[in-house]
């Protein structure tokens, strides 16, 4: 039987085989990677590393950073909070408070920063309380002390797997 169609261009021919052998390079290579990570052991050093931390943590944004001598990590997951001052604003008054929170925690420790990641909207609730609390009279003097203490023992009655240390505020406006 006899064919009446037209032959491919030798154009297309070459096209075709370029994509053919670009597919089977890519099938060999991820065939060679599964191959090499099933032969791997599992405890083996990473091949290489993305960053310049040691512990092979990678954070999560804005929740993690570390200090410069990488011994802790600092939590400002929590973000800048603006908490509307209990009772009507006047001439005196503050009407808004603005602050951020910020705390160290070990680094390696990695359920422990899950946990605070999880609980960050909790966070933000107690702070926002608790400032939202207090009479606008009391945050013309506010005591930094007792308000981070306050913060600090909710906090750490909220989590499990470790424990706060210390509170750090940032960012600490009053604004009218």
């Keep these: 039987m006899k064919r009446n169609g037209v032959p491919p261009s030798k154009g297309l021919l070459i096209f075709y085989r370029v994509v053919i052998a670009v597919c089977c390079t890519l099938l060999a290579v991820l065939l060679a990677g599964s191959i090499f990570a099933i032969v791997r052991s599992p405890d083996a050093e990473p091949l290489f590393r993305v960053g310049n931390r040691d512990d092979g943590f990678v954070g999560?944004?804005?929740?993690?950073?570390?200090?410069?001598?990488?011994?802790?990590?600092?939590?400002?997951?929590?973000?800048?909070?603006?908490?509307?001052?209990?009772?009507?604003?006047?001439?005196?008054?503050?009407?808004?408070?603005i602050l951020s929170i910020s705390f160290p925690f070990p680094p390696g420790d990695r359920l422990f920063a899950e946990e605070l990641a999880s609980r960050i909207g909790e966070f933000r609730s107690i702070a926002t309380e608790y400032f939202a609390s207090l009479p606008a009279e009391s945050l013309i003097n506010l005591d930094e002390d007792a308000a981070k203490a306050g913060i600090l023992r909710r906090y750490n009655a909220l989590l499990r797997l470790g424990r706060i240390e210390t509170l750090y505020f940032g960012d600490l406006m009053v604004v009218q």
Excluded at 66 to 92: E, H, K, M, N
Aim: proline share 8%; hydrophobic share 30%; aromatic share 6%.
């Design 60 to 97: 999560g944004g804005a929740a993690t950073s570390s200090y410069a001598d990488d011994a802790s990590s600092v939590f400002t997951g929590i973000g800048r909070l603006r908490i509307p001052i209990s009772g009507q604003p006047s001439a005196g008054r503050p009407s808004t408070i």
